[in-house]
């Protein structure tokens, strides 16, 4: 275990000299992450590294360290508004030499021309009420046009620090960030991690355990962000640090995310499920107590028929054959048949125009003799052709008789990667088993309108990951019982505004 280096102040915990710190957004990064987050960004062969707010340097210390441990020389690149802080620097162990490429400059509002292949910061910590009114507009113009995203306006310098950073990031190039756990939590968070990990690589979160913190005496947890301006992947690697001041986490990033310690607690994770949980927080199926599906809804699989080449028909086959209306129920099959969120009445018309089925043969446990020539004559047919001893179709009584099912206001469509995804049922439609039914708790119309917005709320559909079970091919399967433990996001509650209902299994039986 290594010691933090003495020379770097203690934060002081109240006070005019606290106060300082918290205007100017000063807290020094302990050696022990610094080497780590030094370790991430030269991985790729930069020949520097640029800390966009050098302050006392403790990114320079450790590119010097590593430089060491290379046998090259790393440039050291940065900027830093407060001179003093530079001066500390000095203090602190870095020459002039090693300054020398800093320039005094506000990062955010002014940064570098330049593209950068390796960026480590610790960005001043600075809420966004202590930034002037002039600073915070032109922040958020610049974060519209860098991402077309408008960002909630309670988002800090450190955010747009990030951005900025992000903005200066060569192609192929990496980043460390050490942040307050609240860029992952904040009310801007969301889209901004969404943004960031459509366009960037999110190689790992590291979150820190109350006795490792980086901070100590502070009151904000802190995480780091490794990322890389490559081509997003679907998992990223999330570790908790149990154990401060040991050279553990350094290891494992250069060990490629491989072989953590004693002192890490290492979890591979879906981006979407880590999206939705909030990165500084840990995979969600370990300590969700929250609202699940099942709290709003109950869920069904489709209608087996036991043999759909006879019981579900299109239109045509229905008519040639001569049997009535009054037999035939509307009915889906394929998950293919439905492209979008919704099935509406003029879908199955188009899909019946494709001569794709659509009418299920729908009987009960009348005798054949009580319906009409037509379907007598259909029925031998299947007797004919041996259906009465077709393993599903042989459990029931009579052989013909359908699976019953209300008609679900929405459907599920519970195989694909990308096609996993909750349907409107428009068009009063039955699913065979390619779906699920679902079934609201309750039959208030008002009740069954929030209930969607819930289902399509985007941080909803990113929780399937964490019920469904994941093929090598990337699809995900998600059976009737697991969708109803889907979590349900607090922001969707919110945004539908919706509450728990009595349970009222019976309702849709
Ligand atoms: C949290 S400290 C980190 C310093 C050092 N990199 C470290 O990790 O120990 C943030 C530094 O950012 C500087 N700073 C604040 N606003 C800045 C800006 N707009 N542009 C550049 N540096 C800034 C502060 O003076 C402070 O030295």
Redesign the pocket.
């Known amino acids: 275990m290594r010691r933090q280096a003495p020379s770097i102040p203690l934060i002081p915990r109240a006070g005019p000299a606290r106060e300082r710190l918290r205007i ?6 302990p050696a022990w992450i ?1 080497d780590a987050m030094v370790s991430y960004v030269i991985q790729g062969g930069s020949d520097h590294i640029f ?9 320079f210390r450790a590119a010097k360290a590593a430089s060491a441990g290379l046998g090259r020389e790393l440039a050291l690149l940065g ?4 001179r003093d ?1 530079l001066a500390q620097g000095l203090a602190q162990g870095l020459t002039a030499l090693d300054l020398n490429s800093t320039q005094i ?5 002014n940064p570098p021309d330049r593209m950068f292949d390796a960026i480590v ?6 809420r966004h009420h202590r930034i002037s009114q002039r600073a915070k507009a032109e922040l958020r113009a610049f974060c519209l046009d860098f991402t077309g995203i408008v960002l909630d306006g309670r988002a800090g ?1 450190h955010v747009y620090f990030l951005l900025r950073a992000l903005q200066r990031l060569a192609t192929g190039g990496r980043l460390a960030f ?1 942040l307050p756990a609240d860029t992952c939590e904040g009310k801007f968070a969301p889209s901004l991690w969404s943004w960031i990990s459509a366009h960037y690589r999110l190689d790992a979160i590291v979150t820190f355990a109350p006795d490792a913190t980086p901070f100590p005496g502070v009151d904000t947890n802190a995480i780091i962000a490794l990322i890389r301006n490559e081509a997003p992947r679907e998992t990223f690697h999330w570790a908790v640090c149990v154990q401060p001041e040991t050279s553990q986490l350094r290891d494992w990033i250069t060990a490629s995310f491989t072989a953590p310690g004693a002192a890490l607690e290492v979890h591979e994770r879906l981006l979407d499920e880590g999206l939705a949980t909030g990165l500084s927080r840990p995979p969600l199926h370990e300590v969700w107590a929250g609202p699940q599906l099942g709290d709003f809804a109950s869920v069904t699989r489709g209608i087996a028929t036991g043999a759909n080449d006879f019981f579900f028909l299109t239109r045509g086959e229905a008519k040639r054959l001569g049997i009535p209306e009054t037999l035939l129920r509307s009915a889906i099959g394929r998950t293919r048949d439905v492209s979008g969120s919704e099935i509406t009445l003029d879908n199955l018309r188009a899909l019946d125009s494709r001569g794709r089925p659509t009418a299920l043969l729908t009987l009960g446990t009348e005798s054949p003799d009580t319906y009409p020539p037509q379907v007598r004559a259909y029925l031998e047919e299947g007797i004919r052709r041996g259906l009465p001893e077709r393993p599903l179709i042989a459990t029931r009584r009579p052989w013909y008789k359908m699976e019953s099912r209300a008609v679900p206001p929405f459907l599920f469509a519970y195989l694909g990667r990308r096609n996993a995804r909750f349907i409107r049922n428009s068009a009063d439609v039955l699913p065979l088993t390619g779906f699920l039914c679902v079934y609201p708790r309750s039959s208030d119309p008002v009740f069954i309108e929030k209930l969607w917005r819930i289902l399509s709320h985007p941080m909803t559909v990113a929780n399937l990951g964490l019920v469904g079970k994941t093929y090598g091919s990337g699809a995900i399967k998600v059976e009737p019982r697991a969708l109803e433990r889907l979590p349900i996001p607090t922001c969707a509650l919110e945004e539908a505004g919706i509450t728990r209902p009595e349970h009222q299994p019976s309702l849709w039986s």
């Open positions: 100017a957004g000063q807290f020094w990064t610094a800390d966009p707010a050098v302050g006392a340097g403790a990114f900027t830093e508004i407060d802080a400059r506000d990062f955010a509002l910061g610790n960005p001043p910590y600075i310098l050490i």
